[in-house]
């Protein structure tokens, strides 16, 4: 029987713009998901959460960016289990004998994967999804030798489709919105609707 093939999209989403998702979506149609999760980060090990929005509302903020990506689904167990939120421990969650999953992940993010916790874990637990900044020559000629790296130390499974990022920056929409200057051309509607009804990132 054929495995289900399920993408784990993980972020702090604060807010969730829409270059976040167009990702969403390409990962689905490049990795041929079944279903792709959405896990709003709690406590992100790696960087602060800035803003003013509490968990449960960059959680609701997901929600209503992904809702209208019919394979997607957006996670509240991160935020439920509170505190630090590792890679490993959420692939190891969602992870079934009857499953496969797939990581996506920046080239910022893939480029230091192997000083992540416990990455041996995090190479056997699914397949490693990488989609460029941009078409940097540079920076692709690092993705490619990480790859091959990761594939000869850790018997890595990895996919680098090709990807025009939309390039949005949540803290800079933050920032936008904080200056009082309109992102209706950076988050959706019903994202800019929340933000609007619950004063968020003004202060």
Known sequence: MRKKRIGIYGGTFAPPHKGHVKAARHFIKCARLDE??????????????????????????ARLAFGKIKKAVVSDYEIEKKGVSYTKDTLRHFKTEEN????????????????WRSPDEIFA????????????????????????EYEEKFSARIMTPEYTVYELSSTEIRQDIKNGHSVSDKVTKEVLDYINEHGLYRA
């Open 100 to 115: 496969e999953l797939f990581l996506l992940v920046g080239d910022d993010m893939f480029l230091t994967l192997d000083e």
């Open 125 to 148: 637990l699914c397949t490693v999804v990488c989609f460029p900044r941009d078409d940097d020559g540079a920076i692709l000629e690092k993705i490619q030798a990480k790859k091959k």
């Open 36 to 61: 792709l999760l959405i896990t709003v980060t709690y406590t992100p090990p790696h960087k602060q959460v800035k803003g003013d929005a509490d968990p449960y509302q960059r959680l609701e903020m």
